[in-house]
């Protein structure tokens, strides 16, 4: 499930041109994710965040702390070669291609693990963690983000939502609790978003959302979900994010 170039690039302008022009009714959940991870990490701590994609949150974070040291992982070749790109002004991010299973670093080094929507084992996150230290995990909850998309494609939406770093069901937070995570809680919020139809194709060809998703052999559905969903706002996009959080 690792991106090629074209869906790594196409994310990267995405977030860089797109996202920052989608309206947002409720609170900005990637802003609260950013500000704990601040408020978590000692001022000169070592993060890890894992399955970076373009190290846009790695970004923010060293533009609000210079004294942290990053290590951001990928394990698709395209993302690493861009979060380098956009990493590049600074030596205190590290850009690696690696696994989220298998992490090649020793036990206990980081001050914090962080990941946003990325495959990886919390048995390593766990592993590589300081004692008493946080790992901070950006998901989402039933709906996975996109309860319309839900709605009109059935269940072509969201292949991925089973996956095991993914999965919202019951017995979240004990998953954590039997890796022997101490403290586990978590913040979840619902937030709806105002796309246009073209934000909505551009995402769904670089995010899995629907399984062998086709805009033209779609098209029939995505008019749908406009004649459903269409507002003065834009194409309305009901999530329910969630931060979890985890102390070893
Ligand atoms: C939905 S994107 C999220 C990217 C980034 N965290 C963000 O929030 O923008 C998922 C990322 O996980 C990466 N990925 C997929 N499998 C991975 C694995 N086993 N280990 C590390 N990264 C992985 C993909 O290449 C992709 O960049």
């Not at 991925?160 to 609790?177: H, N, V």
Request: with cysteine.
């Amino acid at each position: 499930m690792a991106d090629t170039l074209e869906q790594a690039r196409l994310r990267d302008s995405f977030i860089k041109e797109e996202l920052p022009k989608i309206k947002i009714e409720g609170i900005d959940v990637d802003k609260v994710y950013v500000d704990k991870i601040i408020e978590k990490a000692p001022e000169r701590g070592k993060i890890i965040d894992i399955g970076t994609g373009n190290a846009h949150i790695p970004v923010k974070l060293i533009n609000r702390n210079r004294n942290l040291e990053i290590f951001t992982i990928d394990l698709s070749k395209a993302s690493v070669r861009i979060a380098k790109e956009n990493c590049s002004f600074s030596d205190k991010i590290h850009v690696l291609r690696a696994d989220g299973h298998n992490l090649p670093f020793r036990d206990s080094v980081f001050d914090e693990v962080i990941v946003r929507l990325a495959p990886h084992s919390i048995k390593e996150a766990y592993r590589v963690l300081k004692e008493g230290r946080c790992y901070i995990h950006r998901a989402c909850g039933i709906y996975n983000c996109w309860k319309e998309i839900h709605e009109i494609f059935g269940e072509r939406a969201m292949p991925y939502a089973t996956a095991e770093w993914w999965k919202t069901s019951e017995g979240r937070l004990e998953r954590y609790e039997m890796r022997g995570f101490k403290i586990v809680y978590e913040m979840s919020f619902l937030v709806k978003k105002y796309y246009t139809m073209d934000q909505i194709v551009m995402e769904m060809k670089f995010n899995p959302i629907v399984r062998d998703f086709d805009p033209k052999k779609d098209k029939h559905k995505l008019k749908e979900l406009e004649r459903k969903y269409k507002t003065k706002w834009g194409i309305r996009i009901t999530g329910d994010p969630l931060i979890l959080f985890a102390r070893k």
